[in-house]
């Protein structure tokens, strides 16, 4: 004991010991094992290392309630600026103060590296990180911290179970609270159940409204910047698409802002059974303006003439780059892909965008087959004759019900789409059909199995290869996506099975831009190739030169205008344009 005691006095000086502890040691009123276990304490204490005590309990979520809803600013962000202003127009129409964030960058990915955990993924970092980055930057206009906390609410989607990004609501949560923003309120909409509305005096009402405003506002949106990018490749005067582009959003968003809310006027709240039935009437009226009204179709119509403006020339030999993959690396413009979309059209490529519209037909879909695949388990095994019949019965009128309301929710959204898809002379690329999709990946890849964009990686590839409406597809994931990375593994099945297809996975994050983009460089030059074997061929098929066609531009203008209905046939659009003018020469 002694010659332990000694030990431990030798390595006071040099360990740094507790004296007190060292001091009941040598007097013996402490034992060896009391004095570690003291030390240990002292120690945990120090570096804050104390076990907490009890079960961990989720920090208390300040509400946004509707009290507040004046004061309070939504702050929200992940998809392209364009659906962002007509979101935030919407916002503004149903008495909201919001505000979008700009797109983040490579300084927003380190900060959200910084304030968070390790291990999360790529859309996480740059979500939190140029969220703080905006907090910050109203700090620096004047606002104080407590201010932001209490007049500020982000919100956010989140996504399915399998999917991280939407296991990272308390990530956001922990990240601000380093950055010193503790108690900033964070809104999650989830992929399947959607915002909570549990308390009647919720701030952000899910109402028709609002559901029906962010339909319309991604309908359109997809609309209008599909056209740019089908314009902008071949725009005679550089910057005249992106001009049109903006004078159109602007203008469809001032609409949107000025719309009225329809109400029912004091006179008919007299009369007793309209007053009881007020929400219902306001609402039927509300969707059958939806259906058979003719406001968008008329805000399309003039968007059609802003973009017709533009002239463009078609004999611009450009592969087609079709983008898939994960929802956020493919919809945004920022340095969260590498500014990928940017970079394919310096190099000469014209990008094939994916629209965010279908995502919600997908969810549709998705939900239907779940419904279809979970039919008649609510039927338990123990019952037996007549109670069994009855509950059967029961759970079959349920699941037509939902089947019902799910088929015709499918088929009034696709008609909305085509409808306004028309407006711009079907150039748009039009909405897929998910039942062909389902049936083409499901051999590859499992159409039940859900997480990130499930089967349509898979089915996509396919579909615009074997269709030739692409000459290749470019498929942007972060990196670690686990739902990408099973669809990555199973591409290439689909490679092997078909030869003429041009595919390339490309994860990104926050480092690694130069590697990408040589890789898309390299593939590229394949899809380049095609191109341009595919209109050489073209030509002497039809038995046109180019100097001919280009000789015919001159002579008759309309062939430069931007809403020129293409054959269908063919690949590339310089390859269709030669066929086009091919048969006006006839």
């Known amino acids: 004991m002694h010659d332990t005691v000694r030990h431990a006095g030798a390595g006071q000086e040099g360990d740094g010991l507790d004296p007190r502890i060292l001091a009941a040691l040598r007097d013996g009123s402490m034992t060896l094992e009391e004095a570690v276990a ?11 290392l104390t076990p907490r005590k009890g079960h961990w309990q989720r ?21 392209t600026w364009k659906h962002e202003r007509l979101i935030q127009a919407n916002l503004h129409r149903l008495g909201y103060r919001s505000e979008y964030l700009p797109a983040p960058d490579v300084k927003a990915y380190e900060t959200g590296k910084e304030f968070s955990n390790n291990g999360l993924c790529n859309p996480t970092y740059f979500t939190v990180g140029n969220l703080i980055h905006h907090l910050q930057k109203l700090e620096k206009e004047g606002r104080s911290r407590q201010h932001i906390i209490d007049n500020y609410v982000f919100f956010t989607a989140g996504a399915c179970g399998p999917c991280r990004f939407g296991m990272y609501e308390a990530e956001y949560r922990l990240a601000l609270r380093n950055a010193g923003y503790e108690g900033f ?20 009402e899910m109402n028709l409204d609002f559901t029906l405003g962010i339909i319309n506002a991604f309908m359109i949106a997809d609309l209008l910047n599909d056209m740019a990018y089908k314009l902008r490749p071949y725009e005679i005067e550089p910057g005249s698409t992106n001009a049109a582009l903006e004078h159109a959003m602007e203008y469809v968003a001032t609409a949107i802002e000025e719309k009225e809310i329809f109400a029912l006027g004091r006179s008919w709240s007299n009369v007793p059974i309209i007053r009881h039935n007020q929400r219902v009437i306001e609402n039927v009226v509300k969707f059958a303006v939806q259906l058979f009204g003719r406001d968008r179709r008329a805000l399309l119509n003039d968007c059609r003439d802003i973009f017709s403006k533009v002239r463009v020339d078609r004999t611009r030999v450009k592969p087609i780059v ?19 979309f940017d970079f394919l059209e310096r190099e000469g490529a014209e990008v094939m965008i994916e629209p965010i519209a279908p995502w919600l037909m997908y969810l549709l879909h998705q939900e239907k087959q779940s419904r279809k695949d979970r039919r008649l388990l609510d039927v338990p095994d123990e019952l037996r004759g007549w109670p069994r019949i009855r509950q059967r019965i029961r759970s079959e009128i349920t699941y037509a019900r939902t089947w019902s309301i799910l088929t015709l929710a499918e088929r009034l ?61 470019l498929s942007l994931k972060p990196f670690g996506c686990l739902p990408s990375t099973q669809s990555d593994g199973v591409q290439t099945a689909v490679v092997a099975h078909y030869d003429d297809i041009i595919y390339l996975p490309i994860e990104t994050s926050g480092e690694g831009e ?25 030509l002497a098929a039809c038995g046109v030169t180019e100097t001919r066609i280009k000789s015919e531009m001159e002579r008759n203008p309309e062939l430069t205008r931007a809403f020129l209905r293409l054959p269908r046939q063919g690949t590339g659009t310089a390859a269709r344009f030669a066929r086009l003018v091919a048969q006006e020469l006839r």
Request: net charge positive.
């Open 38 to 48: 003291a030390e240990r304490l002292r120690l945990e204490k120090e570096f804050g």
């Open 59 to 79: 920090p208390a979520e300040h509400a946004f309630t509707r009290a507040q809803r004046e004061r309070t600013t939504v702050l929200f962000g992940g998809l």
């Open 185 to 204: 309120r964070v809104l999650i909409l989830q992929q399947e159940g959607g915002l909570d509305q549990s308390h009647a005096d919720a701030g952000l």
């Open 322 to 340: 079709k983008i898939t993959g994960e929802f956020w690396a493919q919809t945004t413009e920022g340095d969260g892909n590498f500014r990928m």
């Open 413 to 473: 959204y696709s008609r909305e789409y085509r409808r306004l898809r028309r407006r711009m002379m079907n150039i748009p690329q039009p909405m897929q059909d998910q039942y062909m999709l389902q049936r083409i990946g499901h051999p590859y890849y499992h159409s039940r199995i859900e997480g990130g964009e499930g089967h349509l990686e898979v089915a996509k590839n396919i579909y615009y290869a074997r269709e030739k409406l692409s000459h290749m597809v």
């Open 514 to 538: 130069v590697n990408a983009q040589s890789r898309v460089q390299m593939t590229l030059n394949d899809a380049r190739e095609r191109a341009r074997t595919e209109y050489e061929d073209t």
